[in-house]
């Protein structure tokens, strides 16, 4: 089972996706977890999110999810599990956002953000999950290990 979770094969385009999802997503991440990018970090972000109503464990869930799952892409490491969490925060996220219709506010006339990012986000991560991290991994190095 274990080889199964690192099975990997030496694509580029799962190295492309991995590394591109995994930098987009890190700024978010770290808005979350560290405070960078203007962002409020962990308490602050904790507290936000508890206000929303999401439950604490949930809202912890989220913030480790969206960090630690942007680093595990960028550096191809437990890419199923990082692919797995940054889906299921987006498809939360999306949730959130649908009320806002499907565009991004470029020109901020619109209530708020659209979903079309988190669609692309959850595609890409459904992608990762399935073919795993592609070339340039240290999943596909953990899996040879285990051979």
Do not use: C
Request: without cysteine.
């Amino acid at each position: 089972m274990l080889q199964k979770f690192f099975k990997t094969d030496s694509d580029l385009g799962s190295l492309i996706l991995r590394v591109v999802a995994g930098i987009v997503m890190f700024p978010h991440g770290a808005q979350k977890m560290l405070g960078w990018f203007g962002g409020y970090g962990f308490s602050g972000t904790l507290g936000y999110l508890v206000g929303l109503g999401i439950p604490t464990p949930v809202a912890i869930l989220v913030i480790i999810g969206e960090f630690f799952g942007a680093l595990g892409l960028i550096l191809g490491l437990f890419t199923r599990l990082s692919a797995l969490g940054i889906g299921i925060v987006m498809i939360g996220a999306a949730s959130f956002h649908i009320q806002n219709g499907f565009f991004v506010n470029w020109a901020g006339n619109q209530q708020g953000e659209g979903y079309e990012f988190h669609l692309l986000i959850i595609a890409i991560s459904v992608v990762l999950f399935i073919k795993g991290a592609g070339k340039a991994s240290l999943d596909s190095l953990i899996e040879e290990k285990l051979d």
